[in-house]
């Protein structure tokens, strides 16, 4: 989620919470998750990094100085000391000089040119905080649709250098910015320690993202409409040829910039054993976009539209269908229900207001109409905690504002209004926030009503 082309400057990350799961070997298919259809008789095109330098009929070296955008720190360049090939793998390695940072970024803009496949490397990550490791793609005629992000990006791998258990997926489109997100996480060890194989698939009407050969993310809806012009044809803006981006940024307004703990030398590297496209011989682009009101989820018999009580963390945390744990920036938390509320042990606050996070996605929010969004709350000793209603696939808006709370050891009783003005959303969230707050106690919330009062 970074992110630019070429030419393109690009806007700020947040985080969505939509898919968790477990790793297995690559092209398992473990709890019914699917596996891919691709085989080996689809590989159309591979690269070993087998020579002893960069293939430049395959590759480009990109050159930008720093806080070209999203406020890195490093500058891109084609020195082979922040690019190379070694022992059959490609390295691209972050360098510290003084105050400044040198790394790498390479791409197939105008070598090799793909529109629709699997797009699949294995690789390895940094870790460190302020590393962003990134396996991507964007449209070779970006003008097609206009520029980023309605010409659209394909996020078929990012790990922050401080959070190396977790990979991120994503897509951008639209005007306004509105992106798909799903993340997965390693049940044991991390990206940084051994290789796993990323993947992609992107067919028309869905694209899928796999790790280890394993599904944990698909996406279908998207569009392509700036704010006065017509929309076009789904599946624009993916239906047309995408080339692969590997870089390493250092900085920025997502990762954050290294710290005094940041390791440079070995521990900054992305290393690169392949990377393979798999095609299929024909692709039927004779699809129709998802209707808005098919994604609604209902309410219940009383209006509300949140899904409360009743139901255990093993069948909800992570499902998109409860509620659902973040923990991000040094937050360190545990989430269950009990006695019919939502209790959230915190064991470190860490550094954002988002470090240890509760939300439920999947909230439909109409156009032209008012909400109230009401809940109980309280904690072992007081503090405070952030909640909002958000636009996580609108480039995070805000339908409710992030509201301070004080909560105290007796329950009390929160109510909030919201109107709607925007088109139809069925994918926002509540959350509540509960990191850098100065407080480690204990919260309980129970009771959380979102409904139409208008």
């Known amino acids: 989620m970074k992110k630019v082309s070429l030419f393109v400057s690009a806007v700020s990350a947040a985080f969505l919470i939509c898919a968790s799961a477990c790793a297995e070997k690559s092209n398992a298919s473990p709890g019914g998750l699917e596996s891919s259809s691709y085989t080996e008789q689809d590989l159309v095109w591979e690269e070993n990094f087998d020579g002893s330098t960069l293939d430049t009929s395959s590759w480009n070296y990109e050159t930008h100085a720093p806080g070209w955008v999203n406020a890195e720190l490093q500058s891109y360049g084609p020195s082979t000391d922040n ?39 294995k690789l390895k990550v940094p870790s460190g905080k302020g590393f962003l490791p990134a396996f991507w793609m964007m449209p070779q005629n970006e003008g097609l649709y206009g520029q980023w992000p309605k010409c659209g990006e394909i996020d078929i791998m990012e790990v922050l250098g401080d959070d190396t258990n977790r990979v991120f997926g994503t897509i951008h489109f639209g005007d306004p910015h509105t992106q798909r997100q799903g993340y997965y996480v390693l049940p044991k060890g991390d990206f940084s320690k051994d290789f796993h194989v990323f993947a992609v698939e992107w067919e028309p009407g869905e694209i899928r993202w796999y790790v280890d050969g394993m599904l944990y993310y698909s996406a279908n809806e998207w569009f392509t409409k700036t704010k006065t012009g017509s929309a076009k044809t789904y599946p624009a803006p993916f239906n047309q040829g995408f080339y692969i981006i590997l870089n ?27 990377v393979r496209v798999y095609q299929k011989k024909n692709y039927d682009e004779n699809v129709k976009a998802p209707s808005v009101e098919s994604k609604l989820r209902a309410p219940d018999a009383d209006g509300n539209v949140v899904i409360n009580g009743n139901f255990s963390e093993s069948e909800n945390m992570g ?44 909230i439909p929010i109409e156009k032209g109409c008012k909400y109230e969004l009401s809940f109980d709350a309280r904690a072992d000793k007081p503090r405070t905690v952030i909640v909002a209603v958000s636009a996580p696939e609108r480039n995070w808006k805000r339908y409710l504002a992030d509201s ?51």
């Open 83 to 121: 690019t190379y090939v070694k022992d059959g793998k490609l390295v691209i390695q972050a360098i510290k000089d003084g105050k400044k940072y040198t790394s790498g970024r390479i791409n197939t803009y105008g070598k090799h040119i793909f529109k629709y496949g699997r797009f699949e490397a």
């Open 248 to 274: 390493l940024a250092v900085g920025g307004s997502w990762p954050g910039n290294p710290t005094a703990q940041t390791k440079f030398g070995d521990n900054a590297q992305l290393v690169v054993d392949y």
């Open 319 to 362: 499902d998109g269908k409860g509620w659902d744990l973040y923990t991000d920036g040094g937050g360190k938390a545990a989430a269950f229900i009990a006695d019919g509320q939502l209790k959230v042990e915190t064991k470190n606050a860490g550094s954002l207001d988002y470090s240890v996070q509760i939300i439920q996605p999947g």
């Open 404 to 454: 301070k709370i004080k909560l105290s050891q007796s329950k009390q009783h929160y109510r909030y209004e919201f109107s709607m003005s925007d088109e139809t959303d069925p994918m926002s969230r509540v959350e509540f926030n509960m990191g850098n707050q100065g407080s480690t106690a204990t919260v309980y919330i129970s009771n959380v009503v979102i409904k139409k009062i208008k």
